[in-house]
């Protein structure tokens, strides 16, 4: 059985959502937090458990914030989703723990590093009662830099419900670029007349059919 996966999410009114996958990373996670403050905000970070973990501070900084946070793995490996359905719910189930304990509250719902989809991971996630949220909008961010010009010629496509896929693990020597490409972004959006929010499961669970 295969579950829903979601590249739009629910949204009454102009609703957008950038979601930053991969972190925290100290430094450029601190540097993304401060511009969504400064344009007061929100947002949605998909973050590996066992770094967030290691970066307290950075995690509490964005319950502080408002932000979402979804559960992006345990480890970021790729290797559980060849090892059957025990092996998955554990493994998707050890880093909700982690994030949970951390959070105080449920994750946003499950992105699987690269995206990936096995038969497993449909029937832990099933299991689990957790949205599998992709995107509609990206960047290969991580492969090339994210400039202003790919992301200008991104904003017509970008409608109430988009979720935005982005990166705080950037390659070294990208991040000021990816930055201050971030900083023209978000006025740009917007100027649109977009407001950006953070995801939570409710936009999920309320959305009947595929978008
Ligand atoms: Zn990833």
Known sequence: MLVKCHRLAHSD????????DDGPVPGITEAVLNILEKHQVKATFF???EKAAAQRDIIEKMIRNGHGIGNHSLNHSFRPFFAGRKT???WISSAEKILQNLTGAESVGWRSPAGIQTPP????LKLLKMPLIHWNIRYFDTVKT???KSAEQ????????????LHDKQKK?????????LERFIPALKERGLVLDRLQRADFLTLSSEQ
């Open 13 to 20: 009114g102009n609703r957008v959502f950038l979601t930053f």
């Open 47 to 49: 973050v590996v458990a």
């Open 88 to 90: 998955m719910v554990e």
């Open 121 to 124: 991971l449909h029937d832990a």
């Open 146 to 148: 994210w400039t202003w």
């Open 154 to 165: 991104s904003l017509p496509k970008i409608k109430p419900g988009s979720i935005v896929l």
């Open 173 to 181: 020597g990208n991040e000021l670029t990816f930055l201050a490409t």
